[in-house]
């Protein structure tokens, strides 16, 4: 993550704040995840289908746009 802010001319200090800011976020989210995947493993199977989803919808719309941009240049 820092070397494309490095390489776009961001200044250190912003890329060591971002990175630490993304961890800690990213240690949140292990927290919660481990609360909530220690209910059940239905639980865990309901939470990785809803991310799946949202995944592949994401995909389907960013084809969707490339698709119309190609189409309708």
Same mark, same amino acid.
């Given at each position: ?5 490095k &390489?776009?001319?961001?200044?250190? /200090?912003?890329?060591i %704040? #971002?990175?630490? !800011? /993304? +961890? *800690?976020t990213?240690?949140? +989210?292990? %927290? %919660? +995840?481990?609360?909530?995947? /220690?209910v &059940? ?6 939470? !990785? &289908? %809803? @991310? @799946?989803? &949202?995944?592949?919808? #994401?995909c389907?719309r ?8 190609? *189409?309708f240049?």
């Open positions: 993550m820092a070397v494309p802010m &390489s776009g001319g961001m200044k250190i /200090s912003k890329i %704040f #971002y990175v630490i !800011l /993304s +961890g *800690i990213t240690g949140i +989210g292990a %927290f %919660f +995840g481990a609360i909530v995947g /220690s &059940s493993e239905e639980i865990i199977a309901i939470c !990785l &289908s %809803f @991310a @799946a989803r &949202s995944n592949v919808i #994401y389907i960013r084809i969707n746009t490339r698709i119309q941009q190609i *189409i240049r």
